[in-house]
């Protein structure tokens, strides 16, 4: 996504000197794709992200003069970038001061060009992650589960903040759908006894789903999947396991929140993140023993199928991702608020009296296991591969 500078500087200094400082300045930064536009702004607000590079001091009547054209142009911050030199330093204070008077939303980009390319960068794909959210269709397959009492979610706020719109879809669509699936069972899925029988049921579920997802054009969805159990049953786990590595991000429960916390995590990382509810937390270790009967395919260096847990019906899903990095992630329902942390996969069980994927989560920061024990988004939260709370923290924070 390309990235557009422009410049504003003072009449009064030397502009041949002006424009070798900048060429100087901005090819120590050694940003890539990145436009050079100079004084013309017209084009402003038409790129990924948009930097406004204050050359000099005395530009403070210069930006004021341009603010309406670019207002009509852009709702985004503004980002001023500068070097400190020639006062451009106090011009860029003075004129965030302004813009923050005004009620707008702006930064200062100054510092070690080891900072400035970072922070930069950063911004760069803080924009592809927001225009990977805009447009996307979310399904609600069913309502929410019964037990999710405080996991209600705002629609409006969803499209308003991340320009994602929800799509009510009542679950006789997917039965319906399911009277007309198939179960094509891929080469190489084995399993024994009970869930061998259950496999071809799981898979009529994975192809009633995708033909809801085509039907519907949806980019993720969340399914009231335990009505499977009574209906046909069996599990949507299996399902749910394939869509996700499919790149149909896929919750379960019902659980719209979670849905949305997927979606950032897909934007961000290009998976969907495995959605499970903390079985354990020891404080003093800060670890939290994480669970749930479905996992993205693509996320487990390999897995075993196994029953439902709760019903022992069905098929779901143990799988086994690489120990390491990792972020947990959960945003609320109407978005005012949204719990991010950084920690690392210490282990993969396999215990029989917990839900089949078992991750134990050892926090960074240990005190934050409190938040669980104390002021929760829900009870399901995300976990994805590697450390990316500071992007998160930004498209969240940028809404």
């Known amino acids: 996504m390309m990235t557009a500078i422009y410049t504003i500087s003072s009449a009064l200094h030397d502009q041949q000197a002006v424009k070798a400082a900048t060429k100087e300045f901005l090819d120590s930064l050694h940003l890539e794709n990145v436009e050079f536009r100079g004084e013309d702004f017209s084009r402003y607000g038409s790129s990924g992200l948009d930097l406004i590079y204050v050359c000099t001091g005395g530009t403070e009547g210069i930006f004021l003069q ?3 054209e670019l207002l009509g142009k852009s709702d985004r911050p503004f980002y001023l970038l500068t070097s400190g030199k020639s006062n451009s330093l106090a011009a860029s204070m003075e004129i965030l001061s302004y813009l923050r008077q005004k009620g707008m ?22 924009w592809e992650v927001k225009s990977a959210l805009v447009g996307q269709r979310l399904g609600v397959l069913g309502s929410p589960s019964d037990w999710l009492i405080s996991s209600a979610a705002d629609s409006d706020a969803i499209q308003r903040r991340l320009g994602m719109k929800t799509v009510q879809i009542p679950m006789d669509e997917v039965m319906e759908a399911l009277e007309r699936a198939s ?3 891929p080469d190489g899925m084995v399993a024994d006894g009970e869930i061998k029988e259950a496999l071809p049921g799981a898979y009529r579920i994975y192809m009633a789903l995708r033909e ?8 993720g969805f969340t399914l009231r999947c335990f009505d499977l159990l009574t209906a046909v049953h069996n599990t949507g786990c299996l399902a749910l396991a394939r869509l ?6 896929a919750g379960c429960e019902g659980d719209v929140p979670a849905l949305v ?53 069905g098929v779901g899903i143990r799988g086994f991702m690489k120990p390491g990095p990792v972020t947990v992630l959960k945003v609320s329902g109407d978005l005012s608020r949204y ?5 690392s996969l210490v282990e993969n069980m396999a215990r029989p009296n917990l839900c089949r994927t078992q991750q134990v989560i050892r926090l960074n920061d240990k005190q934050q296991c409190r938040y669980f024990l104390t002021n929760p988004i829900g009870n399901h939260h995300v976990i994805l591969p590697g450390h990316h709370q500071e992007l998160i923290c930004e498209v969240l924070d940028n809404q």
């Open 66 to 68: 341009l603010l309406d």
């Open 105 to 126: 939303r702006g930064e200062i980009l100054h510092g070690p060009l080891a900072y400035v390319s970072k922070r930069i960068r950063l911004l760069q794909k803080l």
């Open 183 to 185: 179960a094509v069972i």
């Open 212 to 219: 809801v997802v085509e039907k519907h054009n949806l980019q």
């Open 244 to 249: 996700n590595a499919e790149g149909i991000v």
């Open 261 to 313: 916390s997927m979606m950032v995590a897909k934007a961000v990382t290009g998976v969907s993140g495995f959605q499970a509810n903390p079985a354990n937390i020891d404080l003093d270790k800060g670890e939290i023993t994480f669970a749930h009967c479905t996992i993205p395919l693509n996320m487990v260096e390999h897995y075993e199928l196994d029953t439902h847990f709760e019903s022992g019906i």
């Open 339 to 343: 719990f991010v942390a950084e920690g």
